[in-house]
C-alpha cells in the first residue's frame, strides 16, 4: 500500500514538473522603430546571469530555463537604446514584440565637460580600472578586451571623472572563468568623497578550459560568492543569517542628555555675553556671580568636554530587518542608521567586516536569488567597497 501511495504521487508530479520547465521561455522579435525592419545581431540577455541570446536575419530570439525570481531583461545593439524590460518567473512564458530606438547624440548631456579627454585612457583609466575592475588577487587576472571604447570625461569645478563606453565592455576573467559582456550605462568617481558608482548591465559566459582550469575555477568562484552581498541577501532572505556565518549589528547614535542638561545650566551661569550698566560714568558688569561650588563647576566642564553623542550596538536577525513581502518571492529590507556585516569563514578565525547604510533611506528589495535593487540605494564601506567589483562578481544564477 506505500509502494503505490509513492508511485502515484510521482506520476501526478512528473507531467506538473514538465509543464513548468516548457514555460520557462521568453522568445520575441526585436524591431527598429524607425522603419519597422527587424534587427540582427541584437544582443538579448537576463541581467547579471549566463542567459543570453542573439537575434537572428529576422530578430528572433529565445531564451529558454529562465530561472526563478524577478529580473531584467536586456536588449541592446550598437547605435541603438538599450532596452530593459522588468519581469518576474511567475509571468512566464513570454512572447515579446521589442521596439529599439536608435540613439541620437553619443552622451550629449554630459554637462562635465565639452568632449571627452583624448588621453583619457591613459591618464584616468588606472582609476576606472581600480573602482570598476577592482584591486583583489582575482583582478589582476581580468582584462578589458575593448578599452578603447571607453570614453572620459573629467569636471574641474566638481573634481568629478565620468566614464562612457560606445560598445558593450567585453572583460575576460581568467580567475573566475568567465566572458562578462558589460553594458555599461554610467560611471562616476567623486574625488572629494572617494565614492564611485557605476550602473550597467553585465552578462556571463562561461570560458572554455581544461578540466584542471574548470575544476581550479570551481573553487575560485566558491571562496568569491561565500561572504559576498549576493551570499549575505540570500541568507538574509531565507532567515540563515547565524547558518551562514554572517552576524549583524546595528550602530545608532544616542545622544548625551546629561550633556544636554549641563550645557542649559551652563548657560545660565555663564551667559555667552556679558550686561553691563552705567554707573557713576562708568560701565558695571551686572552678572550675577554663580552660587555653585567649584566641585560642581568642575563637574560640569567634564560633562561638556564629552561628545554629543554615543554609540549603541545592537545584534539583529532577519527578523528585524526584512519588514515585509511583496508578492511570494520579493522581501523588503529596511532599517535606520549604520549595519555592520562581520562574516566569518568556516574553520577559520578570519572575520571580513562591512557597513551598510541606506542613502535616501528607502526599503531595499531582496529576491530569493539574492539580487537587491535599487543598488545605488545602498552604500558599502568596509571590506565589500573593496571586494564587490566586477573582478569578483558571479552571475545571478550561480549557485554554489
Not at 530561472?67 to 538599450?82: A, N
Not at 575592475?133 to 574641474?156: E, H, M, Q
Not at 568642575?298 to 513581502?325: C, Q, V
Not at 518571492?329 to 567586516?353: A, E, G, I, N, W
Amino acid at each position: 500500500m506505500e509502494k503505490a501511495c509513492c508511485f502515484f504521487i510521482f506520476s501526478f508530479l512528473l507531467p506538473v514538473f514538465l509543464f513548468s520547465q516548457t514555460n520557462r521561455i521568453i522568445k520575441g522579435k526585436v524591431i527598429s522603430e524607425a522603419n519597422d525592419t527587424p534587427l540582427q545581431d541584437c544582443s538579448v540577455f537576463i541581467n547579471s546571469t549566463s542567459k543570453g541570446a542573439v537575434t537572428n536575419t529576422n530578430g528572433v530570439f529565445e531564451l529558454q530555463d529562465v530561472p526563478e525570481g524577478k529580473y531584467e531583461l536586456i536588449v541592446s545593439r550598437i547605435g541603438f537604446e538599450t532596452y530593459v524590460l522588468e519581469f518576474s518567473s511567475s509571468q512566464l512564458p513570454l512572447d515579446l514584440h521589442i521596439y529599439l530606438k536608435q540613439k541620437a547624440t553619443e552622451l550629449s548631456a554630459v554637462t562635465v565637460e565639452a568632449a571627452p579627454q583624448e588621453n583619457g585612457l591613459s591618464k584616468w583609466g588606472r582609476v576606472f580600472v581600480d573602482n570598476f575592475i577592482g584591486t583583489t588577487p582575482n583582478s589582476k587576472y581580468c582584462t578589458i578586451k575593448n578599452s578603447k571604447a571607453l570614453r572620459f570625461w573629467f569636471s574641474k569645478k566638481k573634481n568629478r571623472l565620468n566614464v562612457s563606453a560606445k560598445e558593450p565592455l567585453i572583460i575576460q576573467n581568467k580567475a573566475l572563468g568567465y566572458i562578462i559582456k558589460f553594458q555599461l550605462e554610467s560611471f562616476y568617481y567623486d574625488f572629494n568623497t572617494h565614492i564611485a558608482l557605476y550602473t550597467g548591465y553585465p552578462f556571463f559566459q562561461e570560458m572554455n578550459g581544461t578540466e584542471r582550469k574548470k575544476r581550479r575555477w570551481i573553487d575560485a568562484r566558491r571562496k568569491v560568492y561565500f561572504g559576498s552581498i549576493p551570499h549575505f541577501m540570500k541568507s538574509l532572505y531565507n532567515n540563515q543569517l547565524d547558518e551562514q556565518g554572517f552576524q549583524v549589528i546595528r550602530q545608532s547614535k544616542i545622544f548625551d542628555p546629561e550633556k544636554e542638561r549641563v550645557r542649559d545650566l551652563y548657560k545660565k551661569i555663564f551667559p555667552s555675553s556679558d550686561t553691563f550698566r552705567l554707573q557713576n560714568n562708568t560701565l558695571v558688569n551686572i552678572n550675577q556671580k554663580s552660587d555653585y561650588p567649584p566641585d560642581s563647576i568642575a563637574y560640569f566642564n567634564s560633562i561638556l568636554s564629552k561628545p554629543d553623542s554615543y554609540s549603541r550596538y545592537i545584534g539583529l536577525g532577519a527578523n528585524k530587518l526584512l519588514k515585509d513581502s511583496i508578492g511570494t518571492t520579493t522581501k523588503s529590507l529596511f532599517f535606520k542608521d549604520t549595519l555592520h556585516v562581520m562574516y566569518r569563514f568556516p574553520m577559520q578565525d578570519h572575520v571580513d567586516q562591512s557597513t551598510i547604510n541606506l542613502i535616501t533611506p528607502a526599503p531595499v528589495q531582496i529576491e530569493k536569488n539574492g539580487h537587491y535593487y535599487p543598488p545605488q540605494e545602498l552604500l558599502v564601506n568596509g571590506y565589500w567597497a573593496v571586494f564587490e567589483k566586477i573582478a569578483n562578481t558571479l552571475p545571478l544564477d550561480y549557485s554554489p
